[in-house]
């Protein structure tokens, strides 16, 4: 399975909101509602911020929000804050023969 | 809450096997899916596969051929054996735990690998 496609970079300033694409095919992304989202800070584990699409574990600002449209999901950042500023990655369910994962590349949040 | 630490050698040798392990901490390995992923140095995340409290397993099929998940369940560990390394397969190695299998809701702090001789 291939990686799924994440914009490389984003920013945006204090207090806006961004959103941060992330595109599979009907295998993946398109196919299930198994997308998730993760924050990574340098030299830190990913955290966990959004699963099944548009659910938040506890203790997830509700600034942080997920959808999906065909085969893009999509993380939106609202009031955009300095601790925002982290790598951001998407990861889908993918396949039904086979119970496997496929993340994307990852899409580097700053904040101005 | 659950607690996950990886260990294991740091440097390993080409065309040896990369062997780490996940020790889980304030619970049981009796649930959920267990994970490995890892991270190459300034690159993404890669999915390596993930095992569930009763054994089955399912791995990345473009590492399938080397990789080998394992759980104990009288130590509270899983384990991850990846064979045949080259520096390809130098990175940081995060275990990880989730109730289903396609989302990973509790992160090692991760480990460094270097394969060089």
């Known amino acids: 399975q291939s990686a799924l496609t994440q914009p490389p970079s984003a920013s945006g300033s204090p207090g806006q909101s961004v959103t941060i694409s992330c595109t599979g095919t009907s295998s993946d992304v398109g196919g299930y509602n198994y997308v998730s989202w993760y924050q990574q800070h340098p030299g830190k584990a990913p955290k966990l911020m959004i699963y099944?699409?548009?659910k938040r574990p506890s203790g997830v600002p509700d600034r942080f929000s997920g959808s999906k449209s065909g085969n893009t999901a999509s993380l939106t950042v609202s009031g955009l804050q300095a601790e925002d500023e982290a790598d951001y990655y998407c990861s889908s369910y993918a396949g039904s023969n086979n119970f496997v994962v496929v993340f994307g590349g990852g899409t580097k949040l700053t904040v101005l | 809450q659950v607690q996950l630490q990886e260990s294991g050698p740091g440097l390993v040798k080409p065309s040896e096997t990369l062997s780490l392990t996940c020790t889980v901490s304030?619970?049981?390995?009796?649930?959920?899916?267990w994970s490995w992923i890892r991270q190459p140095p300034g690159k993404g995340l890669e999915w390596i596969g993930y095992i569930f409290y009763s054994g089955g397993t399912n791995y990345n099929p473009s590492l399938k051929s080397r990789v080998t998940i394992s759980v104990d369940t009288s130590k509270n560990q899983f384990s991850l054996k990846l064979s045949s390394v080259t520096a390809a397969d130098t990175a940081v190695y995060y275990c990880?735990?989730?109730?289903?299998?396609?989302?990973?809701?509790?992160w090692g702090k991760g480990t460094t690998v270097t394969v060089s001789s």
């Open positions: 304030g619970g049981s390995i009796n649930s959920h899916y």
């Open positions: 990880a735990t989730s109730r289903y299998y396609y989302y990973m809701d509790v």
């Open positions: 099944e699409v548009n």
